[in-house]
């Protein structure tokens, strides 16, 4: 799947995100090497720690269905109001716990993509955590 499709399933995600408290809403839309797409959107708790960043709920998605080899992961996000009309501006990217995360089932090369269908880049993992820790590391 193209870069804009996939930041555009990731926007629809991001639009069912559970934001009560941050009025952030984020949307991942994560694809294995088959060609399948998982999607995920954050969903905040009231204690702030139990809150679940979009794109491990992607990943969970994926991994609950049975997918282990992925491509790409494209993520947005953005404030609510923002989000709900599409007015996607500028880079969402993933927090050290998501990066970790990918870090576990994903080499460097896997492509992460931020911004929004009609601006984003590309980066890959290796670049967003760079000497990251990963199974080979034990």
């Known amino acids: 799947m193209n870069e804009s499709e996939l930041l555009r399933r990731a926007l629809d995600a991001a639009k069912r995100a559970y934001s009560p408290y941050s009025h952030f809403c984020v949307g991942a839309a994560l694809e294995t090497r088959e060609g399948a797409v998982y999607t ?54 993933p927090c050290g716990i998501c990066r970790q995360v990918m870090a576990e089932f994903c080499d460097e090369n896997f492509r992460v993509i931020l911004g929004s269908p009609d601006d984003f880049s590309v980066y890959t993992l290796g670049q967003l955590l760079p000497h990251g820790f990963s199974k080979n590391s034990m």
């Not at 049975?66 to 609510?80: D, K, L, N, P, Y």
């Open 40 to 93: 995920g959107c954050n969903i905040e708790n009231a204690s702030y720690p139990a809150t679940i960043c979009a794109e491990r709920t992607a990943f969970s998605a994926a991994v609950a269905a049975g997918a282990r080899e992925f491509e790409a992961i494209a993520i947005v996000g953005g404030r609510e109001e923002d989000i709900l009309s599409g007015a996607v501006s500028g880079e969402c990217p």
